[in-house]
């Protein structure tokens, strides 16, 4: 099968997979603050830090590899 698409991603996937993530982030804040006892502040805290440790190892191999020799 040679398909033009097959390597491209749609609107749609990119518009479910933002409602999919604020939808698990939304759960994730309730399950935080209610069930767990948490602030408001103490759950932006952690997901701040969350972010960084996930984000972080992405950025590093983006900066090791450049731009023009992604993998």
């Known amino acids: 099968m040679d398909c033009e698409t097959d390597g491209k991603i749609d609107f749609g996937s990119i518009a479910v997979a933002i409602c ?3 939808y698990t982030a939304i759960m994730l804040a309730y399950l935080a603050q ?3 006892g948490l ?3 103490q759950t932006r805290h952690f997901s701040m830090v969350a ?3 996930l984000a972080l190892p992405i950025a590093l191999d983006f900066l090791r ?3 023009g020799n992604a993998r």
């Open 65 to 67: 590899t450049g731009p």
């Open 51 to 53: 972010a960084l440790f």
């Open 39 to 41: 602030t408001a502040a």
């Open 34 to 36: 209610h069930d767990l």
């Open 20 to 22: 999919v993530a604020a």
